[in-house]
């Protein structure tokens, strides 16, 4: 309960005192800085996903900026020789205000990364974009089906449905690539699981329909009980070391990290970073009130 309550308390303090907390999150505002990060984690035998910080703009221009700063990410990331790949959120480009701009600044990023032979990941936000972000998934697999994938939320009482209605668009030729996440958004109990074990229920639910269909997956969790029985699982499948992966957010819980990888799976870690720093700091927050622990201790340890 009290960490709930500083947790709220938080977005009120001044961003030079959220920053020293954000930092073991974020990988800091720059490309340089995602770069630094990047190379670190390859080092350290784990691929990553680029993620520049911002998403529900409010207008055309902040999206036309977004797009051109993810080009250049994707011309330094390739320059760098760095093992990974980019996840955007198509809030960021205007998806609520212009659904046709957003496609066409998505498409060129896409595009971008696929003349490098690199992918892309679409993000799914909350409920009122996840109809949208599927077309928009489905645009871009028609022309690109080996360069960008799409991210399903398993606490969304559709998931399943929405699996088994992309499942058509899996071919050798055209493969499905799916990151699979528990979910973050606020939504109401008509729309999204709210019981934590029901949730575990229904993403073990999901990822046992995407190991059976043969859709390459990112399982994106740090629970070590979704952890066990994605082995589990795994292990039922008879399924090969590239087949899939494991994700993780940058920053957090680096020792189950360590242990994925000492078992011999693939690791990817998301490294976030950007001007926008602040709305994610405040968003990891509200989902992982624990972390208030580490903002007491940089309130009483600040140099």
Not at 282 to 302: D, H, V
Request: charged share 30%; glycine share 4%.
């Amino acid at each position: 309960m009290f960490n709930r309550i500083v947790s709220s308390l938080i977005p009120l303090f001044p961003k030079k005192f959220i920053w020293t907390f954000s930092k073991r999150y974020i990988a800091g505002e720059s490309i340089e800085d995602a770069l630094r990060v990047s190379h670190k984690l390859n080092e350290e035998g784990m691929m990553v996903t680029l993620d520049v910080l911002g998403e529900f703009i409010k207008d055309l221009d902040e999206a036309e900026r977004n797009k051109q700063e993810y080009l250049q990410v994707i011309d330094r990331l390739t320059e760098e020789k760095i093992d990974g790949n980019f996840s955007v959120k198509p809030s960021s480009f205007g998806l609520l205000i212009d659904e046709e701009a957003c496609y066409r600044h998505i498409r060129e990023i896409v595009s971008k990364a696929a003349g490098y032979n690199n992918f892309v990941r679409i993000d799914m936000e909350d409920s009122k974009c996840v109809d949208r972000e599927i077309r928009l998934f489905r645009r871009l697999h028609e022309e690109f089906p080996r360069n960008v994938g799409l991210v399903l939320q398993a606490y969304l009482r559709r998931t399943l449905d929405d699996l088994k209605a992309l499942t058509p668009l899996h071919t050798p030729e055209t493969p499905l690539n799916f990151r699979l996440c528990k979910g973050i958004y606020v939504e109401p109990a008509r729309i999204a699981y709210k019981d934590h074990d029901e949730i575990n229920q229904h993403y073990l639910e999901d990822l046992e329909y995407i190991f059976s269909h043969g859709f390459y997956v990112g399982i994106a969790t740090h629970d070590q009980f979704l952890i066990d029985n994605a082995y589990r699982l795994i292990e039922k499948y008879g399924l090969k070391k590239d087949e899939y992966e494991f994700q993780m957010l940058y920053g957090v819980t680096p020792e189950r990290r360590a242990s994925i990888l000492r078992k011999g799976h693939r690791m990817r870690v998301y490294v976030p970073f950007g001007k926008d720093w602040f709305g994610y700091s405040t968003r990891r927050l509200k989902e992982n009130p624990q972390i208030t622990s580490y903002i007491i201790k940089a309130l009483f340890n600040r140099k």
